[in-house]
């Protein structure tokens, strides 16, 4: 017979579950948390709250860990956000010190023209930025001069008064720092004081700016009125016409244009002289009007203006064009700059006829051929100079060949040319000497331009 295996006690099952729940009397559990764990309860009851019990203080722990990770990266977001801003509001600050800066701007007033009832004229206003230049200066020196004029900040959105004669006018820029003026006037200035002076004064002063600026800003510009003396006009181009930058050679043309200055960059020989010649007319005395037209940016007019004024050639309005194609220019508009100035110059003047002056290097006798076209009997005469190509010369002799309504000549040099401008009644004997004077000249050799630089 076996024996029975003795009952473990109550008493100990009891006990054993005290003992454990000692250190936590509470349940804290979904049911109230009043009630208490007593011993006199059933065993299995006891040990379904304990199964309960355990996972809620496990959850509780995970939700104390999870709690206290997300607390520690929001508050590393925290400082990091913190920081950015510090740096943003630095940034700000820096920046509202640089516009409240007090920076010296300048009015570039571009030669303007127009009749005793109209005027046409613009210009810029800019950051200055002084650029001096000798007949020393190194070529280095040149190239950054050259920089500094396309490095030039533009003050969008000023304001300037503009006076001329009895009229005034208020003008503001546009994004690229440029001002225009187009006006008709219902009563005509006044020139009876000085009837053969071609130049009129128009007074600038800048009232408004984006930025803080030391006041005041005033200059004058010169608008070209012709006097009643005037028998007809010049348009000239410049590059390979009048001044020596070989376009047809992309090398030698960023050489001449980047590495020489108004006192090195020579013009060609006897120019000078022949448009002076045309300045004076047939008579000695006509203050014959010339307009300077080309496809350069308006960024190198200073060096020019100074070029001219070097080279004593007669003072007249350079009309460039702003430098590259903008969004949502038409490409037609673009490319066809030359011929607009041309147009509006003969607009203009109805009743002056002209002479029209460029070069084989580029378009000009196709734009001339077709001003004179569409101008019948307003062009006196085209004058074309040879370029070093002979299949463009030639290309440009078969153009001109097939015109017989207006005067032409594809010439070699400026004496050549201005033999014929004689023999047309256009320049008097005495500016034919002047330039048969200035050919004893040596024409300055460009051909070698790899030169190494002797400071």
């Known amino acids: 017979m076996s024996k029975e295996k003795p009952k473990k006690s109550k008493f100990n099952l009891k006990e054993r579950i005290k003992s454990k729940f000692d250190k936590k009397t509470k349940l804290e559990t979904d049911l109230d948390p009043e009630t208490e764990l007593t011993l006199d309860e059933d065993p299995a009851v006891d040990l379904t709250a304990k199964e309960v019990a355990e996972p809620i203080k496990a959850s509780e722990k995970e939700t104390d860990a999870t709690t206290k990770k997300k607390k520690r990266k929001l508050a590393k977001k925290q400082g990091t956000k913190t920081a950015t801003d510090l740096k943003n509001q630095e940034e700000k600050q820096a920046a509202a010190e640089k516009e409240e800066e007090v920076k010296p701007l300048i009015i570039v007033p571009y030669r303007g023209y127009g009749r005793r009832n109209f005027i046409s004229c613009k210009g810029r206003i800019l950051v200055d930025k002084p650029i001096e230049s000798t007949a020393n200066d190194s070529r280095w020196q040149n190239i950054k001069n050259t920089y500094r004029r396309f490095d030039s900040d533009e003050m969008p959105n000023a304001v300037l ?187 203009t003047y109805p009743k002056l006829k002209f002479v029209l002056i460029g070069d084989s290097g580029e378009k000009d006798a196709d734009i001339y051929l077709s001003v004179a076209q569409a101008f019948p009997k307003r062009i006196r005469a085209i004058y074309i100079r040879k370029v070093n190509d002979k299949k463009r010369n030639e290309r440009i002799q078969q153009l001109m060949d097939k015109v017989d309504d207006v005067e032409t000549l594809l010439f070699n040099d400026s004496l050549e040319a201005a033999k014929h401008a004689k023999d047309l009644g256009l320049i008097d004997a005495e500016g034919l000497d002047k330039v048969v004077q200035s050919m004893n000249k040596p024409v300055p050799d460009t051909s070698e331009i790899i030169d190494e630089e002797k400071e």
Do not use: C
Not at 252 to 273: D, E, L
Not at 277 to 282: D, I, Y
Not at 290 to 316: A, C, H, Q, R
């Open 161 to 347: 008064q503009a006076n001329y004669h009895d009229y005034n006018f208020v003008l503001t820029t546009d994004h690229e720092g440029y001002y225009h003026l187009k006006q008709e006037f219902l009563a005509p200035i006044n020139t009876s004081s000085a009837p053969t002076n071609s130049w009129h004064t128009i007074n600038l002063e800048l009232q408004e700016a984006p930025i803080p600026f030391e006041k005041p800003v005033r200059v004058q510009g010169e608008i070209l009125v012709p006097p009643t003396t005037a028998a007809f006009g010049v348009i000239s181009d410049l590059d390979d016409t009048l001044i020596i930058t070989e376009v047809t050679s992309t090398v030698k043309m960023i050489y001449n244009s980047f590495t020489k200055n108004a006192y090195t960059r020579p013009a060609f020989t006897g120019a000078p002289a022949w448009y002076k010649a045309f300045n004076k007319g047939s008579n000695g005395q006509q203050n014959n009007p010339l307009f300077y037209v080309s496809n350069g940016p308006w960024n190198l007019y200073d060096m020019l203006t100074e070029f001219m004024e070097i080279n004593n050639i007669p003072k007249g309005p350079i009309l460039l064009r702003d430098f590259g194609r903008h969004k949502g220019e038409h490409l037609v508009n673009y490319k066809t700059h030359k011929r607009q100035e041309i147009l509006n110059i003969l607009y």
